[in-house]
């Protein structure tokens, strides 16, 4: 079930699937958030914004809105 990478809880392995295109889209591209591509959720700040990631080897820190345009599906082991 594909939901945005904005809900995943801490520690979830998920994998990019999609985009909803935005004037942010090709920046996230450019940092290594492209489809088929394996992302954890390392860390939420106390407030809930921003997130860190761990994407293509390295950390990520992303607003909720850049995080919700990103359209994810877990991945189980």
């Not at 520690?11 to 909803?20: A, L």
């Not at 942010?24 to 940092?31: A, S, V």
């Not at 700040?45 to 599906?73: C, F, K, M, T």
Request: hydrophobic share 45%; with cysteine; proline share 4%.
């Amino acid at each position: 079930m594909q939901k945005r990478l904005s809900e995943v809880s801490v520690g979830t392995k998920v994998i990019i699937k999609s985009f909803e295109k935005d004037d942010i889209f090709l920046k996230l591209m450019e940092m290594g958030c492209i489809p088929g591509e394996s992302v954890i959720i390392d860390m939420v700040a106390p407030l809930g914004d921003p997130i860190s990631i761990s994407v293509a080897g390295y950390q990520l820190s992303l607003r909720l809105n850049e995080a919700e345009l990103i359209w994810v599906e877990e991945q189980f082991a």
